[in-house]
């Protein structure tokens, strides 16, 4: 593996690095190659510095963020940026990392961002549940208001306005889909909406706006800082960078590890510890991902190695499965948690992921009758690309790789109503090595 130097996570173990003493110790604000830099360059000029970059949406889409930038209307209207701290995708912890460890250096990437899209107004979305985080960010945003770093002269060079409001939801998946996000944070029910028109051009109370995950905006101020070229010389050209990958499962050491995008699977496991027994399936974006197997080990971890082996980057939530874990189970637990988390608005979401949570679990529970798996296919099939947003689709991606892969396991179930894997001896076999070597 190619020697890799962090840089998203580089003061995360530090004692105190989230505040402004310690950021200031090390260069933050207002050395050169920082946001002071991003304001002495033309706005534009910023946002062609992140399209160069190549820097692609790490919430899931993958998306070029700054192509996303330009798609901003010249209508006259405020502009505002969204960060997206919803992180609810399953298998996907590196967001609430960013925000409780580092919180300055994305406050100085939202004002690099915001110089770039000329927002005044930027608003950080975080999920319920990170109270710690959000108290973090709060203290940082308070602490750059009492310094004259945000507010109405942006580190006092008479350049621009910057107010940064954080919100809270109550904690629901559907709150990290955009549209979702904005509706709640506009004090309403997080009901995703039909695209376009996308955010960009009405967004936030109908104003244009962009949305940005935590982890993609973190990004921008380094590429202000060291350039463009040196952000494309890390991983593949067409989608580099650093990046956090949240690993867990059957591995030795679950965490949180940087590499530089285009590491191969294996490596990023071997970083992790290794495997706990033997690889079954590999997920390697966060749950809604299809699923990949130890033949595909070698897949540089990348948005288009991954795509074209069959499956998505995604939130880069990776969890392994071992030899002893049921297909039949985990599915069963995914689908009662898309299913649950279906906000209702479509009837194929609403009710198509009601039915197949109930298919696996007649399958899991002995009650399987012939014909279910093509049931269950048709059924996903049927849902597919019929809804407003994508959450449907994060159950059906798994539903039809699990099955392509794994169609035996559930015809075991089906013919002998037990399951062919995992064995009670099994399951607490797995169980005493976690708990050795965690
Ligand atoms: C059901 C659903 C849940 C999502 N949850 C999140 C989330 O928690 N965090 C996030 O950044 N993006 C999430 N997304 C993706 C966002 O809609 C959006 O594409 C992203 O925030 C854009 O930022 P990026 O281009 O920087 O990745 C979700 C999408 C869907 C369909
Ligand atoms: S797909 Fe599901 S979550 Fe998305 S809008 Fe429709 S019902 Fe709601």
């Not at 000329?118 to 973090?136: D, L, M, P």
């Not at 190695?305 to 189970?329: E, H, P, W, Y």
């Not at 996903?380 to 994508?390: A, D, H, L, N």
Request: aromatic residues 10%; neutral net charge; charged residues 25%.
């Amino acid at each position: 593996m190619a020697k890799f130097e962090p840089v998203l996570s580089k003061y995360f173990n530090e004692p105190e690095a989230w505040t402004l003493k310690h950021y200031r110790a090390r260069g933050g604000y207002y050395g050169y190659a920082t946001a002071k830099k991003a304001l002495e360059m033309e706005p534009k000029a910023v946002t062609e510095e992140v399209k160069k970059s190549n820097l692609r949406g790490r919430g899931g889409a993958g998306f070029p963020a700054g192509v996303k930038w330009t798609f901003l209307p010249e209508n006259g209207k405020p502009r505002y940026l969204a960060v997206n701290a919803d992180e609810s995708e399953p298998g996907t912890f590196k967001d609430r990392e960013i925000l409780a460890k580092d919180p300055h250096n994305l406050i100085e990437s939202i004002i690099c961002a915001c110089w770039a899209i000329q927002s005044n107004h930027a608003y950080v979305f975080i999920r319920g549940e990170f109270t710690r985080e959000a108290k973090r960010l709060q203290a940082a945003i308070d602490e750059c208001y009492a310094e004259g770093i945000l507010g109405e002269n942006v580190l006092g060079l008479g350049k621009f306005k910057l107010d940064v409001t954080v919100i809270t939801g109550a904690g629901a998946y559907i709150c990290g889909e955009e549209t979702g996000l904005l509706s709640a944070a506009e004090g309403r029910r997080a009901y995703p909406k039909i695209k376009p028109p996308f955010p960009a051009v009405e967004g936030y109370f109908r104003y244009p706006t962009i949305i940005n995950n935590v982890e993609t905006i973190q990004n921008v101020m380094h590429i202000i800082a060291r350039g463009a070229d040196w952000f494309k010389s890390i991983g593949p050209e067409s989608g580099p960078g650093p990046k956090l990958f949240c690993v867990s499962g059957h591995v030795k050491k679950p965490g949180l590890y940087e590499v530089a995008l285009g590491t191969t699977l294996r490596e990023i496991i071997d970083m992790a510890g290794g495997p706990i027994g033997n690889i079954k399936g590999i997920i390697p974006g966060g749950s809604s991902m299809p699923i990949m197997t130890p033949d595909q080990l070698d897949t540089p971890a990348d948005f288009d190695s991954i795509r074209a082996a069959g499956s998505f980057l995604g939130s880069a939530g990776m969890i392994v499965f071992n030899d002893q874990t049921c297909i039949v189970n985990a599915l069963l637990n995914l689908s009662r948690f898309y299913h649950h988390e279906s906000c209702g608005q479509c009837t194929p979401c609403r009710e198509g992921l009601g039915w197949l949570e109930k298919l696996c679990h007649r399958i899991e529970f002995g009650h399987g009758k012939d014909g279910d798996v093509d049931l269950m296919n048709e059924v996903s099939v049927m849902i597919k690309g019929r809804t407003i947003c994508f959450l449907a689709d994060s159950l059906i991606m798994p539903v039809q790789s699990y099955i392509a892969k794994f169609r035996d396991e559930f015809e075991y179930h089906i013919k002998h109503r037990k399951c062919q894997t995992a064995t009670e001896a099994g399951k607490f076999k797995a169980l005493e090595e976690m708990a050795v070597t965690a």
